[in-house]
């Protein structure tokens, strides 16, 4: 079987990050030495996967990185991610792909689990997240979303505002993967909606709404670590357990 292709949303500024992202897109911030998009690219090529997409917005000239396909999404400031995603529809219809967010790291290990894993759309889940949580935040309750699945592995919930600990047997990570498939389901599923409501759909909204309309969502379990970073603390967190390059 072939590897499937990769596409980076890296459209977003990262305005949390303040300063950092003046100058810079959010892909461009430096942990451990290197700019996150470089993780990211090591991280699917040591994977074998080499088709790799990353789709700009913010600053988008200054994301210029060698053998990849670039996409636009001119609208970032005024839409969310699934808009970014639908920039890339043309991967997206013709071929299997890995979709990840622009400020996550994660390790090649990652992406093998994620390539094996069956289903025509599969996202990966964080089972010890609630160390990394603790790291980040003072109340890892403030920040983290309702998550279960079911004996089989089926997505069952997500994206829920959690009353206790018990309600979140993992965390999404940002990192998924669409069949052609599965890209059609969700296409059939947009078609619905106005502009408007594109424009605002996060990821975890979409997912949600797809569980609502019976789309079999499949998951992935993660023990490896890896890293978000929405923030300056979050950054901290990862400069703090990363190694330097």
Not at 149 to 159: Q, V
Request: hydrophobic share 45%; net charge negative.
């Amino acid at each position: 079987m072939s590897s499937p292709r990769a596409i980076i949303l890296a459209a977003g500024r990262g305005s949390r990050l303040g300063s950092l992202t003046e100058a810079v897109p959010k892909c461009l911030i430096r942990a451990g030495g290197r700019a996150l998009i470089e993780w990211q690219l090591d991280a699917l090529r040591g994977a074998g996967v080499v088709d790799i997409g990353v789709v700009r917005g913010y600053r988008s000239d200054s994301v210029d990185v060698a053998g990849v396909t670039c996409f636009e999404n001119p609208r970032w400031a005024e839409s969310n991610m699934v808009r970014s995603l639908m920039s890339a529809a043309a991967w997206l219809r013709d071929a299997p792909c890995i979709v990840s967010y622009a400020d996550i790291i994660y390790t090649s290990a990652v992406v093998e689990t994620l390539k094996a894993a069956a289903g025509d759309l599969v996202i990966t889940y964080d089972v010890n997240w609630l160390d990394l949580w603790r790291r980040r935040f003072d109340d890892p309750l403030s920040d983290a979303e309702t998550f279960r699945t079911s004996a089989e592995g089926r997505l069952l919930e997500i994206g829920g505002r959690p009353k206790s600990l018990d309600e979140v047997r993992g965390q999404y990570m940002g990192l998924l993967k669409f069949s052609p498939a599965g890209w059609a389901s969700i296409e059939r599923h947009l078609a619905e909606k106005s502009p408007i409501e594109i424009d605002r759909l996060d990821m975890t909204s979409l997912l949600r709404q797809l569980l609502a309309n019976d789309v079999p969502i499949a998951t992935a379990p993660i023990a490896e670590p890896w890293f978000e970073i929405d923030s300056a603390r979050d950054l901290a967190v990862c400069e703090a357990h990363l190694p330097r390059r």
